[in-house]
């Protein structure tokens, strides 16, 4: 009896409708997502020191979660590999704080970003086992900043470029597919703008005088429908 039992439940998992069973067969298929995220900005510092004595370090202080929304296209190459471009736009911010070795005194800026992005991604997905199945991830990503602010402690530049992996799974629920995914992404690129023309108060040169270079992150929780 002990041994009927789990087979019993093996077989009837196996038996399992399928909710829409024909969905992974199209060559081409489309969606979209929300989602949340969480953006840093990794800064490396090189103690400079200003003519009066000032040494400042920057760090980013403060995680807020940011809005994510886009569109799907998934094209299929075979049956665990597909290939999605996702236009997406993120709205987020990075919260640095500025502090000086020896006053302890400090400077804050909020780092708004509105990023249009464009991933490309390969997805590599197990096999389907009733109504779920498992995926990772992997892509570039290139994004334009759209809300760059001058005039302040630091620039950033409006090009950035990231790689990206991540996991998630398929849900085949009766009526469309829901896909939950975690990303991480990581950019290749230095976005600190060191040719600072655009400042009118010399005194804010000195912060990027401060940094050798910032490297953004980001951290994206995505919910598809298709």
């Not at 190459?77 to 911010?93: E, M, V």
Request: hydrophobic content about 40%.
């Amino acid at each position: 009896m002990l041994f009927v039992l789990p087979f019993a439940t093996l077989v009837a998992q196996e038996r399992k409708l399928q909710n829409k069973p024909y969905i992974d067969y199209r060559r081409l298929h489309y969606g979209f997502f929300v989602g949340l995220h969480m953006q840093d900005l990794e800064i490396a510092n090189n103690g400079f020191i200003t003519e009066n004595g000032e040494q400042w370090y920057a760090d980013v202080s403060a995680y807020s979660p940011g809005f994510s929304v886009g569109v799907l296209a998934d094209l299929r190459i075979n049956g665990h590999l597909s290939l999605r471009a996702i236009p997406s736009l993120h709205f987020g911010d990075k919260k640095v704080v500025f502090r000086e070795r020896n006053s302890k005194a400090t400077e804050r800026q909020q780092i708004k970003s509105t990023y249009l992005s464009l991933p490309l991604e390969a997805k590599i997905a197990a096999e389907r086992f009733n109504n779920y199945r498992p995926y990772v991830l992997t892509g570039i990503n290139p994004m334009i900043d759209l809300t760059v602010k001058k005039q302040k402690p630091l620039l950033v530049k409006k090009f950035d470029c990231m790689l990206e992996v991540g996991l998630g799974c398929d849900f085949y629920l009766p009526f469309f597919k829901l896909n939950p995914e975690l990303k991480f992404c990581f950019s290749i690129l230095d976005v600190l703008e060191k040719n600072r023309k655009d400042l009118l108060d010399d005194n804010y040169l000195k912060f990027t005088q401060s940094v050798d270079k910032a490297v953004a992150k980001m951290i994206v929780l995505s919910f598809y429908f298709e």
